[in-house]
C-alpha cells in the first residue's frame, strides 16, 4: 500500500509497524469531511495557479466519486491503508494517475486530520447527538403530559422530603438535557474550522485564498495542529450527558424496585435470568449508568495523553478519535434507548399514593402552619419535629391525634386546621416559589 512518506526511507516498513500505527478502522468516519477538505484544497491549488482548470475539474470530479463509492466499504477488517487521509489519495491516484500527487501542495496531514474532525463533530455527530437529547426531552414531555396530576415524594439523601410534582421531578432531568445540548452548541461555535497550518509553519499560499474558499485562515499554525482542546470538551460535554443519564437511570432503577414499586418498565426494555425464572431486571439502566465509566475514562485518556506532549503535532493525537467516536457513539445509544424505555414507562398511582401517606412528607408543611400564626420558624421546626418524634414513638399519625394532646406541642395548634395539610395537593400547592411557564 502506497505511503503519503515514502521517499527519504530504504527499508520497507515492518508490518508490525504497520498494523500498530494504523488508523484506518476508525478514522475512516473522517471519509466525508477529509474530501470536503480536499476539494476546497483542490479549489485553492487552482486559485494559485497550482492546478489548471482541467485538472480541477478531473480531480473533483474523481474525489466526488471517491464519496460515492466510500460509503459502502467496510474499514474495519484487512485494511490495509495507514489511515483514511491516506486510502483518499490513493484511490485518487488509481482514478487520476499521477495528478493525484499534485493534491499533496502545500498540505499535510497534520492540518487534514484536526480539519476534517472539526467538520465531522460540526456538522454530524453534534447535531445528530442534539436531535437524540431532543427526542428524548420530547419522550418525557409526553410522559409528564400523560400522567398530569402525579404527584410523588421527593427526597433528599435519599429519605421521604416533601412532596412534589411528578412533571418538576422529569422536568428536571430535560432542564438537565437543555444544558447539555446548549453546551454543545457553544462547544460547536467555538471551534474554528481552518486551512493553511501545513504541518506545522504555515504554506506558501495567502491566507486571503483560503478565506475566498470559504474556511477560516489559521490564525496560528503551530496551534492548530496541536489543539486538541475541541476534543477534550467534546468529552467532557459529552461525560455531562453521560452523567445525567446515569442519574436518570439509577433513578428509575431505585424507582422499579419492589420496595419503591413507583413505575413499570415495559418488559421489551428488561431482560430476565438464565436461573431465576421470575427476574424481570433493568439492565439497559445498568448499562446506561455503567457506560458513564468509559466517557469519564475517555476524558481522562484524552488530558492525559495531551499533558505532556511538545508543541506541535505527535502521533499520540492519533488516539484522540477512538475516545472522541466511542463517546459519541455511546452517548447516543443511550439517548436512543432511553427514548424508548421513557415512551413506555407506566407509573403504579396507587403504589405511589401509599408512599404519599407518609407523614414526615408534611412535617415542613406544619412549620410553615406555625410560622403563618406568628410562630418564628426555628421554634415551629422545632415543634413539628417534637411532634413528628411523639408521632414515631407512640406509633400514633399525627393528624389523628385529639385537640387536647396537640395542644401540647403547642397552643396554635388546631387539629381542623392541620389535618388539611396533610395532602400532597395541598403541600405541592403551596409551594409559589417556582417561576412556571404559561400553559
Ligand atoms: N492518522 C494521523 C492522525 O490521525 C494523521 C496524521 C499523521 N501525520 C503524521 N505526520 N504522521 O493523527
Redesign the pocket.
Known sequence: MKKL?GGRFKKKTNPLVEEFTK?IHY?YKLAKYDLAGSITHVKILEKCGYLTSDETSELETALESIGKEIGKKDFTQNEKC????TYIQNELQKKVGNLALKLQTAR???D??VFATKLYCKEEAIPDLQSAIKHLVKAIDKLVDENKNIILPGFTHMQHAQPVYLKDYLGAYCDMLKRDSNRLKYISQNMKVTLGAG?LAGTPIKADIYEAADVEAVINSIDSVSDRDFVIEIISALSIVAMHLSRLAEDLIIYSSKEFDFIEIDEAFCTGSSLMPQKKNPDVLELVRGYSGRLYGNLVSMLTMMKGLPLS?N?D??L??ESLFSSFEIVSQELEVLTGLIKTLKFNKAKIKEHLEDESLYATDLVYYLVDKEVPFAQAHEIAGELYRYSLDNKLGIKGLPQKKLKKFSDKIVKKEIVRLFNPAFSVRSKKSIKRAKA
Open positions: 512518506w488508523s478514522d495507514e489511515d483514511i487521509h499535510s496531514r497534520n487534514q486530520v504541518a503535532y502521533r493525537m492519533q484522540d478519535k
